[in-house]
């Protein structure tokens, strides 16, 4: 979910759900022993509870930026072992690791030990074409002796080479009851499953069988479910005042507060709000609008007017 998950889509699903756990894009360490720390780890206070991704592979960095993710104020440690991506790979991060327990499980120690966050770890249930149960409980083993309590386990391999990231989403077989096995072999540990859930029904029927259930591109394309979450999953009364229409005003409230204090293009935090009309008429002429760069210079109320009228139009 890089470039996808920053902190204004994280404020926008915020405004959706007050109780789904909500994670950062993967922030390299890198990027934080050397780089623009605020730019990377600076969130919003409204988005809590929030867990800081983190991808490396070196035990010290990750204690590092471990302790700035605490001192920035996340709520959890993630680490991604992953994703599958060749530029994750020559980093030496990502789904790769799990070639490595050992290793795994030192970074996993290096950031326990100087933190008093949870540190979770994010994988696969394997990678390249070895589809051995064996391979992946050994790896949630070893790592989870080293204090590591909580898994978020991406039902497919991942192939390492001949497959791009999205092929990698889309070509190996999800295979659920590698996770739920994982579950019943572990049951002290916190298991959650990710891949391929597009419904409530399908949330609800892992659910049965595992402790979480992680969305990412569903909840990203079609982001009106989460509005739902908090009532099905969660034990919340229905909010009978939250509509799409309530949601988008607060959004362009939003982005009229990042423009002024931060001088933020409204349409680079409109993109991740696009999908909230799918399916209902005039999606696509609302879409245009907010999308449409030629109207950068309007303030976001007047975006919205624009947006609404074309609602109207094509109605």
């Given at each position: 979910m890089m470039d996808w998950t920053d902190r204004h889509c994280r404020y926008f699903h915020r405004l959706l759900s007050r109780h789904a756990l909500l994670y950062t894009e993967m922030v390299t360490t890198g990027a934080l022993v050397h780089g623009d720390v605020p730019r990377h780890l600076d969130f919003n206070a409204e988005e809590h509870p929030v867990a800081l991704q983190l991808g490396g592979s070196d035990a010290g960095e990750l204690a590092h930026s471990a302790k700035l993710g605490q001192q920035w104020g996340y709520g959890e440690i993630n680490l991604n072992c992953g994703c599958p991506s060749e530029r994750v790979q020559r980093g030496s991060f990502g789904a790769c690791l799990m070639a490595e327990p050992a290793l795994v499980a030192d970074c996993v120690k290096a950031m326990v030990d100087v933190v008093d966050l949870p540190v979770t770890v994010k994988h696969r249930i394997g990678i390249d074409k070895d589809e051995?149960?064996?391979f992946v409980r050994d790896f949630v083993g070893t790592v989870a002796e080293a204090g590591c309590e909580t898994f978020i386990v991406h039902a497919r391999n991942a192939w390492l080479k001949g497959l791009s990231p999205k092929e990698n989403r889309e070509v190996p077989p999800l295979r659920y009851e590698l996770v739920h096995r994982l579950k019943q072999e572990f049951p002290r540990l916190a298991?959650?499953?990710?891949?391929?859930?597009?419904?409530?029904?399908?949330?609800?029927?892992?659910?049965?069988?595992?402790d979480g259930v992680m969305l990412g591109r569903e909840a990203y394309h079609n982001p009106w479910w989460l509005a739902s979450w908090d009532s099905a999953f969660f034990g919340a009364p229905v909010d009978e005042g939250k509509t799409r229409e309530s949601v988008e005003l607060q959004m362009t409230e939003y982005m009229a507060r990042e423009a002024d204090q931060h001088g933020t293009s409204w349409s680079h935090i409109a993109r991740?709000?696009?999908g909230l009309r799918n399916g209902l008429?005039?999606?696509?002429?609302?879409?245009?609008?907010?999308?449409?760069h030629k109207l950068?210079?309007?303030h976001p109320r007047d975006v919205m007017a624009l947006a609404h009228d074309a609602v109207a139009k094509a109605a």
């Open positions: 051995s149960y064996g298991i959650s499953v990710n891949g391929g859930i597009t419904t409530s029904a399908q949330v609800g029927e892992q659910l049965a069988a595992v991740h709000m696009l008429p005039g999606a696509r002429r609302w879409r245009q609008v907010w999308s449409d950068k210079g309007l």
